[in-house]
Every structure is written in structure tokens, then in C-alpha cells.
């Protein structure tokens, strides 16, 4: 079993998550605030990450939660995903705009804005 640090872009939070556990459950065990949890299984879809760097295993995603297209462009459920190496994530969905707002950053209406 190996460790890899994790890195929640939108707060700059790192914590540090097994190859055996989920990229949620990593954050959980730290009582870090950031990925929404929800049924921890798959079936919710709250937990929808996006991995911008590192290797991830993923196991089986609904596409209910998590499209093709999604998963084509690095969009995870972080409950069933496992780090292999050290990962970048963002936050996706209803809790961006809390974490966002931690920052006091720009609202939430300033979405898909690039440089
Ligand atoms: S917590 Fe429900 S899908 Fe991940």
C-alpha cells in the first residue's frame, strides 16, 4: 500500500490517501471539508470530482452521475476512485460554490471564465 498527497485545487487543502482507500474516504478520515459526501457508494452522485494530474483507479461509475463525455475529460466519483500516484482535484457541482466561496473568490455565476 502506498500514499499520495491529494490536492483540493479550489482551496489549496492537501491531504494524504491511501491506494487502498477512496479519494473520499482519504478526505473524510482528515475531517477535511471539500468533496460533498453522500451515499459513499456510487449511487448518489454528489462526490463528482474532476482529476486535472495524477493516475487514478476507478471502478465502476453510473452513468446516470458520470457521462462518457465526462469521464473522457477526467470527471470521477470520488468514492470510487484511488490514487496511484499524487492528485490534483476540483470540486464539481452543488458544493463548488462553497468551497469557492471560502476563498472569497468570484461568485458562482463566473463559470467557464479563462485567463
Ligand atoms: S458519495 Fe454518493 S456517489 Fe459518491
Do not use: W
Request: hydrophobic share 30%; glycine share 14%.
Amino acid at each position: 500500500m502506498s500514499y499520495y498527497e491529494v490536492l483540493i485545487e479550489e482551496t489549496g487543502e492537501k491531504y494524504r490517501c491511501s491506494s487502498a482507500e477512496s479519494l473520499l474516504s482519504g478526505m473524510e478520515r482528515l475531517g477535511k471539508k471539500g468533496i460533498p459526501v453522500g451515499c459513499r457508494g456510487g449511487g448518489c452522485g454528489v462526490c463528482k470530482i474532476k482529476v486535472s494530474q495524477g493516475d487514478i483507479a476507478k471502478r465502476v461509475m453510473s452513468r446516470d452521475h458520470i457521462s462518457e463525455f465526462e469521464e473522457e475529460q477526467g470527471t470521477v466519483l470520488a468514492c470510487r476512485v484511488k490514487p496511484l500516484s499524487d492528485v490534483h482535484l476540483c470540486v464539481i457541482g452543488k458544493m463548488q460554490k462553497t468551497v469557492c466561496a471560502k476563498k472569497g473568490g468570484p461568485t458562482d455565476s463566473n463559470a467557464g471564465a479563462a485567463n
